[in-house]
T-cell receptor
Framework: DGGITQSPKYLFRKEGQNVTLSCEQN?????MYWYRQDPGQGLRLIYY???????QKGDIAEGYSVSREKKESFPLTVTSAQKNPTAFYLC?????????????FGNGTRLTVT | GEDVEQSLFLSVREGDSSVINCTYT??????LYWYKQEPGAGLQLLTY?????DMKQDQRLTVLLNKKDKHLSLRIADTQTGDSAIYFC?????????????FGQGTTLQVKP
């Protein structure tokens, strides 16, 4: 079955540590995205990538980094510079074209930093 | 800039119809989407409408689009307890070939038995 896999489902870290969230897709989609979800605030775009070896900042990129070395994979690193990292992180992919390119989502990773 | 607004909460009785409303600002949006999120899960695409359409029906779901007022609604007929979830509307960022979607804050639908 084609889909998007995020791991782990729950992640706990101490303040000051970097942490990397995994996202893998086997949908052969060109574009991949990372969103952050906080209660009552909907989804906010962190980074997106339309093609391998290229990515762009979204609306809230500060304190995050990404890489896109393979089409299937788009890992997100939450660095110690992110002031409020505790959140639900959602990875998505799409065909990437502007016309009718609905996002397909993974099941998310809930990160808690204490 | 782009903005999508939704009311935060809706409560209905099982068997009633639910109507979730959304307003958007980007008049160049080509597609508008409705997603459903169950607790602790990702978002699931429910339906979408092309911007040159007024209405789309898909089983119990009816989407109405008023382009003049930039208003989108999702009607769920015969609402069931399994419909309890958060519903997000989203617009395609049509002015640029990025595939980006802009999401509303989400409407929590509570269905009482």
């Amino acid at each position: 079955d084609g889909g998007i896999t995020q791991s782990p489902k729950y992640l706990f870290r101490k303040e000051g540590q970097n942490v990397t969230l995994s996202c893998e897709q086997n949908l052969n989609h060109d574009a991949m995205y990372w969103y952050r979800q906080d209660p009552g605030q909907g989804l906010r775009l962190i980074y997106y990538s339309q093609i391998v070896n290229d990515f762009q900042k979204g609306d809230i990129a500060e304190g995050y980094s990404v890489s896109r070395e393979k089409k299937e994979s788009f890992p997100l690193t939450v660095t110690s510079a992110q002031k409020n990292p505790t959140a639900f992180y959602l990875c998505a992919s799409s065909t990437g074209t502007v016309y009718n390119s609905p996002l397909h989502f993974g099941n998310g990773t809930r990160l808690t930093v204490t | 800039g782009e903005d999508v607004e939704q009311s935060l909460f809706l409560s209905v009785r099982e068997g009633d119809s639910s109507v979730i409303n959304c307003t958007y600002t980007d008049s160049s949006s080509t597609y508008l989407y409705w997603y459903k999120q169950e607790p602790g899960a990702g978002l699931q695409l429910l339906t979408y409408i092309f911007s040159n359409m007024d209405m789309k029906q898909d089983q119990r779901l009816t989407v109405l689009l008023n382009k003049k007022d930039k208003h989108l609604s999702l009607r769920i007929a015969d609402t069931q307890t399994g419909d309890s979830a958060i519903y997000f509307c989203a617009e395609s960022w049509g002015s640029s070939n990025t595939g980006k979607l802009i999401f509303g804050q989400g409407t929590t639908l509570q269905v009482k038995p």
